[in-house]
Every structure is written in C-alpha cells, then in structure tokens.
C-alpha cells in the first residue's frame, strides 16, 4: 500500500466524489467496493482505490489493478466500459440484458480486489504468473467458498488442479447458469454465438454484394478514429523521415525509426484482425445456413 500522503488523500478525493456523482453506476462501483472490503476482507486495511470505468492496458483484459498507473496514480482499478454498456463483444447488447451486465461489471471488480489484495497487502503480485498464481488462486476459493462457488486452478494448466477452470477468470467462470441474465456468455442465447451480432461491411465493388466482415455499429465511429489517427501518425512520419532538408539529430531519428516499426507492426495486426474476421464470418455464415436449416 503506497505510504504516500498526496496518493492517499487524491485516491479518497477520488472515492468521495465517485459516491456523489451523478452517474448512478459509478456510485454503485464503490458501495459494491466497500461492501464487498467488509465482507472478504474484515480485518484487513484495505486502500482505497480509484476505480474508472476506462479500458486497461491489455486490449483483452476486462479489468486490471495498477499500483501505479503511467501517471503517478496509485492503487487504481480499470473497468472495461463496454462490457456496462453492452457494445463488447463478447456480451449482449440488449436492453433487457443491462442488470446482468452490472452483475458482470460486479465480479470484475471483485476479481480486481483480490489482485490488490494480493499485491497491496500481501506483498506478492506473482509476476510470472501474470498475477494469477497459486497465492491469488487461493485467494480466489477462499472467497468462492463464501459465495458458494467451485474452485479454480492457477493461469497455468497443471497438476492435479488442471481440468479446474482458471481463476484468470474468476469469479464470473463458475457462476452458476443464467446469473448473468442472458448477458454473458453468449452462449445462453437462443441463437449460435457469432450470430448475435449481424451487421457486415460490405465489399466497395459496386456489382458485389457479398459480406466481408462483421462490426458491431457502435464501434465503427471508433474505428474510424482510431484508423484516421494511425494513418495521420503514419504520414507524418514518412514526411519527416523523408525529409532530405529536415537535419535530424542521430537520437531523434533513431527514435522515429523505432515508432515507425511499431506502426507498421500495428498496422499488419489490423490486417492480421481483418483476415481473422472475415474467416470467422465466412465460418458463421455456414453455421447460421445449417442452423437455420435445422430450426
């Protein structure tokens, strides 16, 4: 726990102005928070953290704990937005579904209290496990035991604990079937998972009317910007590397060099995502064929 009086004092600025503000679900993040301190963690001094409903670092990640975020922020938890307001994925979207992805918000945040737990407290943040090993693990069952739930295993899948699910998970991996209300996983629903979501991006030929890969419509506007800003980033790059008159310091052009190779590396996993989506569509399109066949 940082010993920092600035960091404790901003970080409970923080969780006095989160319990008043007007975002309803906001308020609610920190009285699950310290409902959830009381109920796991009785005797233990828990810090409190700043809990945002911002994208982690990982584009995978659900929810991450930082001890100290980029920005000197100590003790901070991020909740991925989309899976509240349903435009993940991985979750529905419908409105009849928003409790149970509140419920999902919930057990997110659980999950990112036993990781400061574990790293605040204890000490041990089990960074060859990429913070799930057998400390969180433990931690994991001690609280699943309380909230009636099987057990899970490490990240690692081995031993005798291997056929368990993985506590990377936890606690939402070994809820019981329909807690989320039809909200995640997809599975639930009464139609293939990939079918949940059927809006396409058509090829631009003009004669050609075949679907190439599926977004969800609220990500296109993000899309769009997030594109428009590497390829702006891109041109600017070339433009100054390009530039025979520009004198570049040694360092400096070491530097751009280097953020130009990252760039591209970006923009072959975006072609890499495009190529994987397009199999997938392809893969679903058959599906949906069979299954509406069968119907």
């Given amino acids: 726990m940082s010993k920092h009086p600035s ?13 008043q503000s007007p975002k309803e679900f906001q308020r609610k993040l920190y009285e699950h928070y310290e409902k959830c301190k009381v109920e796991f963690f009785p005797d ?3 810090p409190t953290p700043i809990i945002e409903l911002t994208p982690p670092s990982s584009a995978k990640a659900w929810g991450e704990f930082l001890p100290q975020s ?17 435009e993940h994925p991985k979750v529905s979207g419908l409105e009849e579904h928003a409790f149970g992805r509140q419920l999902l918000m919930y057990d997110i945040l659980v999950q990112q209290m036993l990781r400061m737990f574990c790293v605040e407290v204890l000490k041990e943040p089990e960074n060859s496990f990429h913070g799930h090993g057998p400390r969180f693990r433990d931690e994991c069952n001690r609280v699943g035991q309380i909230l009636g739930l099987s057990q899970v295993r490490t990240a690692k899948k081995r031993g005798q604990d291997k056929d368990l699910p993985s506590c990377t998970k936890w606690p939402y991996i070994v809820r019981p079937e329909g807690y989320f209300q039809g909200a995640w996983p997809l599975q639930g629903l009464n139609v293939p998972v990939n079918c949940v979501r059927t809006n396409t991006i058509k090829n631009t030929t003009e004669d050609s009317f075949t679907p190439n890969f599926w977004v969800p419509p609220e990500h296109l506007d993000w899309m769009n910007e997030f594109l428009g800003s590497l390829f702006k980033t891109e041109r600017k790059l070339d433009a100054t590397l390009g530039n025979i008159e520009l004198q570049l310091i040694p360092t400096m052009k070491v530097r751009l060099e280097a953020s130009q190779k990252i760039l591209e590396s970006k923009f072959q996993q975006i072609r890499n995502e495009i190529i994987l989506q397009n199999t997938e569509f392809q893969m679903t399109i058959e599906e ?7 119907a």
């Fill in 7 to 19: 960091s404790t004092i901003l970080n409970e600025t923080y969780a006095e102005f989160s319990r």
């Fill in 44 to 46: 233990t001094a828990l």
């Fill in 70 to 86: 980029q920005s000197g922020i100590q003790s901070k938890i991020n909740l991925r937005p989309t899976i509240l307001t349903g």
């Fill in 288 to 294: 949906l064929d069979l299954w509406e066949e069968g």
